[in-house]
């Protein structure tokens, strides 16, 4: 059930013409600021405005406004409606963007696919109002005005508000965020090596005993490292033979003056 009654401010413009309550009283129950009731009874507000009974309409009923005028604290209740209105579902689909605005379309989808990737093609359609091949055709560069496209804040454009912005963004992100954990779930049911850092985060670090360094160690020698082996037989020394002068030197030809005549003598023997 609505808290202010339909048409506000007619209704307002007939209750401080036919009835005695205060400025308070009429303000709160129409949802207005005290000094615009004062500006309608002074005439400076709503003229031109023609007042609407909230009576015949069934929205207050007389017992309820003169309860209010015997007692200026009492605040006026609308009066229970006698026909269930069953309750208007806007209807999804685009946000209409005017016509001087339509050229700017571009330049705010280039922002958001450059700033916030994670946002489906429907955020982006729900935020300015366009369609999913043009949102193609700027991711592709496609676009029939492609040179002349300039990334520009859609906010700064007008074509939503901050708020639709983040909460758009926030609820991407957290959809990024659950897939990213589906996909590590799913990892860990099939086996897949997981990072290193997940799996060293439950290590318990070393004792002091396994960081001290271990102690010297003697040098390895071969009968440490070979205790069973046997020791080489020692080889047969042979005797060195003895030698002469003439044993050695037999055999050298004689001196110049010795081979001198040998040669004289055999050339007379063959004369």
């Known amino acids: 059930m609505a808290k202010i009654p339909l048409m506000p401010k007619a209704t307002a ?24 009731v004062k500006g309608i009874a002074d005439g400076d507000v709503a003229t031109g405005i023609k007042g609407m009974d909230p009576v015949s309409n069934g929205q207050l009923t007389r017992e309820e406004i003169e309860r209010a005028q015997k007692d200026p604290s009492y605040r006026l209740a609308l009066a229970e409606p006698k026909i269930d209105m069953p309750e208007v579902q806007r209807r999804q689909g685009p946000r209409y963007t005017p016509v001087s605005r339509r050229q700017d379309r571009p330049d705010a989808i280039a922002w958001l696919l450059r700033y916030h990737p994670e946002l489906t093609d429907a955020q982006i359609i729900k935020l300015v109002g366009t369609t999913k091949p043009t949102i193609q055709a700027i991711r592709d560069r496609t676009h029939w005005n492609s040179p002349n496209i300039t990334p520009k804040d859609p906010v700064t454009l007008g ?28 990892a860990e049911k099939a086996g897949t090596l997981l990072p290193t ?30 205790p069973n082996a046997q020791p080489p037989a020692p080889a047969d020394e042979e005797e060195e033979p003895a030698y002469d002068v003439e044993s050695v030197f037999g055999n050298t030809p004689a001196s110049e003056e010795e081979s001198g005549e040998a040669s004289g003598e055999d050339d007379e023997e063959k004369r």
């Open 13 to 36: 413009v007939w209750l401080v013409d036919n009835t005695a309550l205060t400025f308070e009283q009429i303000a709160a129950f129409c949802g207005l600021h005290v000094l615009e």
């Open 159 to 186: 074509l939503c508000s901050q708020g639709e912005l983040d909460a758009a963004v926030q609820k991407a992100a957290e959809k990024v965020r659950r897939e990213q954990e589906k996909a590590r779930r799913e």
């Open 197 to 226: 850092e997940e799996t060293q985060a439950g290590t318990p670090a070393p004792e002091l005993d396994e960081l001290t360094p271990p102690a010297e160690e003697t040098p390895a020698t071969a009968e440490s490292l070979f």
